[in-house]
């Protein structure tokens, strides 16, 4: 059995067991990635993150 979640109308997230939301959309894993010292990709992963812009440095600041 797995926590799976998805996010309601009011953007809030949901988290629930089944497979698919109340609208018939499948649900997401509410667990993170598997993690390993030995990256051996990281590199790679940072250089695309840089190219599309999306690494946290390049997005602006957050407004609380």
Same mark, same amino acid.
């Given at each position: 059995?797995? *926590?799976?979640?998805?996010?309601? &109308? &009011? =953007? ?9 939301? $109340? #609208? =018939?959309? %499948?649900?997401?894993?509410? +667990? !993170?990635?598997?993690?390993? !010292? #030995? #990256? ?7 250089? *695309?993150?840089?190219?599309? =812009?999306? *690494? %946290?440095?390049?997005? $602006? %600041? +957050?407004?609380?």
């Amino acid at each position: 059995m797995y *926590l799976m979640c998805y996010v309601n &109308e &009011e =953007g809030q997230k949901v988290y629930t067991i089944k497979k698919e939301a $109340p #609208d =018939g959309s %499948p649900t997401e894993s509410s +667990h !993170p990635a598997r993690f390993s !010292p #030995d #990256d051996k990709f990281s590199k790679q992963r940072v250089m *695309l993150k840089k190219r599309f =812009g999306i *690494l %946290p440095t390049q997005k $602006p %600041p +957050h407004e609380y």
